[in-house]
């Protein structure tokens, strides 16, 4: 990708920011899943809209792989939307300070280093296949506690 097309995207397409994810875990969005390394802190240059982001714990030693749980999220343009890995219920959870999200807003450039990029060479797909999902079926559809979970 073009250096000064990635520097745009990086600003103007969404961010997520996940925070003390342990290495190894299975983490995706939309189509595309991987599994985290040491310094993974989320993706960015997101495009602006509906996405689902899930993920699953990783036993790394018996190589065993917990239930897949994810989420709906409508990605604003140039939002950074930030969560916290929960170690106990091996969870990502809201409870990142306004605070602390701006100043990660902020310090985007620094920060970039630790993001992947969202693939792109998928979205199209993505699109063909949510894009017709209102926010009223969303919210009619989607559980209370918004978490969707494979079990």
């Not at 989320?42 to 239930?67: C, E, Q, W």
């Not at 890995?85 to 306004?98: F, G, H, Q, T």
């Not at 559809?141 to 079990?151: A, D, F, G, Q």
Request: charged letters at 30%; hydrophobic letters at 35%; zero cysteines.
């Amino acid at each position: 990708m073009d250096p000064e097309v990635a520097r745009r995207l990086l600003v103007e397409g969404a961010t997520l920011v996940l925070l003390d994810v342990p290495p190894g875990t299975e983490i995706g969005i939309d189509m595309n899943s991987w599994n985290t390394g040491e310094k993974f802190k989320g993706v960015k240059m997101i495009p602006p809209g509906l996405h689902f982001v899930y993920y699953s714990s990783v036993n790394l030693r018996d190589r065993v792989t917990a239930p897949r749980t994810g989420f709906f999220y409508n990605f604003g343009r140039g939002e950074l939307v930030a969560r916290k890995w929960n170690k106990m219920d091996e969870d990502l959870v809201d409870n990142v300070s306004e605070e602390d999200r701006l100043r990660m807003k902020d310090d985007i450039r620094n920060l970039d280093q630790y993001l992947g990029s969202y693939p792109y060479s998928s979205w199209k797909k993505w699109i063909s296949l949510s894009g017709r999902i209102s926010e009223a079926t969303l919210q009619r559809l989607e559980p209370i506690n918004r978490k969707i979970s494979s079990v």
